[in-house]
């Protein structure tokens, strides 16, 4: 099971993407199959600003809450922003890209934290 530690990140990150009304978001912990992370976060957002804005709303949360500055890989217009802070792993996609890569199927094996349709 995940850490606490890594849990509150995951729930601060969710109530930060919901405020700024992020989509379908998805907590897995995945720590019993994987060594170099705990949880995923997934969120969806409609547009390239949408997703710029989750992203910088989840760092801005980290940062303050956890004292985490995240490791941003990817670009809004992409489809697809990656947010590492280590022990919690955060997916930002527009829906489309979310449906071709459907990370939810290939860790459905992780145990489901949150989920918010």
């Not at 606490?4 to 995945?30: M, N, P």
């Not at 949408?50 to 940062?63: G, P």
């Not at 930002?92 to 918010?116: C, H």
Request: with cysteine.
């Amino acid at each position: 099971m995940a850490s606490s530690k890594a849990l509150q990140l995951a729930h601060r990150l969710v109530r930060a993407l919901e405020d700024k009304k992020g989509e379908d978001i998805l907590v897995l912990d995945i720590s019993e199959l994987t060594s170099w992370t705990e949880c995923f976060v997934l969120c969806s957002g409609v547009s390239d600003r949408m997703l710029e804005t989750l992203q910088e709303s989840a760092l801005e949360a980290a940062k303050k809450d956890f004292g985490l500055y995240g490791r941003v890989e990817g670009e809004p217009r992409s489809g697809w922003v990656l947010v590492d802070f280590g022990d919690v792993i955060l997916h930002l996609f527009t829906p489309e890209v979310r449906r071709y890569y459907d990370l939810e199927d290939l860790w459905a094996d992780g145990k489901v934290v949150v989920r918010i349709q």
